[in-house]
């Protein structure tokens, strides 16, 4: 079983356009934030190794495709895995879902980096095998 | 006692501006999405009321005390009371604390409106007995 | 006649909400950078005076009546006037206009602050003699 | 010589996160906003598209590499060009540079699609031979 970090954000009014379903620069910001829940559940909050460590994962690569369009009110289910680890990148996938349908998948680099010289970093040894052992390929994970 | 809507927001990454701290915006952001919730609370999710009544409750006036900057990464306690109840417009009373430390306040007035026509309409029958029952003054309020 | 900042700018899609009007969040975000192009046009650019000279003007009060919706595509008209100045504080105040009919008002007080510590400090001699030009009461201002 | 649309836009504090550079989502907000410039250049504002006639261009496929960071106050100059037109879909590519430097490149599909029915549409025809004339390869675009 390939592991997957799933967590719920409910679509809120805010997020939505004229339309009434999500603007899609309000999907990435609402998946910037499940990328923050994931890195606390690894035990790497943003907020100990931006301020204490100096070091973030900024995203150098980011491809989505949009299918169906959420409606505001909708919870949309986030699941994420880890399919691509680098010396100092890893490489996400994300499923979002709701009621059994795919709204949208995504894939994004990031890249470990140091905050105040604007340069990437490789991985520290303990990051590192701590995504490791999320590390499963594209085609086992399943989206 | 008087009626208070209580919920939490994790203050995230995205929130937050150089200073590591909400960018005021944001916490706007945050804080409509409080308002959706509570009327999700009280029976009349902005999504049914929009999309199949045709009304909505759009922010009049506001006015907002910034007293402690918010880091990122901190869960922020938001409380909601209803101090003031017209025939088209209710005046919430807002306070966002973390830690006990009182973060900042808001006072904030919404008027019912017909989404078509973008004039005000007297509250429905049912809404306005509902906002009723959690009516209070700011004194007992307390905040 | 007293001294007004003006500036446009364009509603957009990405501003405006389900009704196709604008999010009041937005509108602050848009106020923001329009405060930034003030303090740039001062000569005081919130690049400079952050990154080199580490303080910064956070918003320590708000306050807005939005009287008339926008509507996306529509373009907005920024006044800004300088009725109030402190030790350590300058109270601006804002109209937002469209083919003359006035959209929205607010007031707003800024904090002169060290980012280091996040605390206020005074201003700075040259930047209290540069706001003490703009500086004038609210009657005469007319909004 | 390859039809390029260009314009400029301020990367604003707003637009910033904590290491003092662009926030990804933000510069979709941005992206979304050059688009519609973009549209209404073409004399098919928005404004009138979704309003008048009930049609939108929604982004179902994003794909961006974000190779150097821009920090807030710097301007970006922003090119966009048509590398491929399908019967309801458009397939633009984006360079945003500053002083000369690319910032991040971008590959974003758009698909004609009725707002009321939530389907896609082909083109209109009038709509469709205004693209045509701005349609280049990607080689000859050169980025």
């Known amino acids: 079983m390939p592991k997957i970090f799933k967590t719920d954000r409910a679509l809120r009014f805010g997020d939505c356009d004229i339309s009434g379903t ?10 910037n934030g499940v990328n923050e829940e994931f890195w606390g559940h690894l035990g790497y909050s943003w907020h100990t190794i931006i301020w204490t460590q100096r070091w973030g994962t900024p ?4 491809s989505c495709d949009f299918s169906k369009p959420s409606l505001f009110g909708e919870t949309l289910s986030f ?18 879902s709701c009621k059994q349908e795919v709204r949208w998948t995504s894939t994004q680099v990031l890249a470990a980096s140091d905050l105040d010289k604007h340069t990437s970093i490789p991985w520290p040894e303990d990051v590192k095998h701590t995504l490791e052992a999320w590390l499963t390929d594209q085609e086992t994970l399943g989206f």
């Not at 999500?22 to 998946?31: C, E, G, R």
């Not at 995203?59 to 980011?62: A, D, Q």
């Not at 994420?80 to 996400?92: D, E, W």
């Open 22 to 31: 999500a603007y899609f620069p309000s999907y990435l910001d609402i998946l």
């Open 59 to 62: 995203t150098v690569h980011l």
């Open 79 to 96: 699941e994420l895995g880890v399919i691509k680890l680098g010396r100092s990148s890893v490489t996400l996938r994300h499923r979002i």
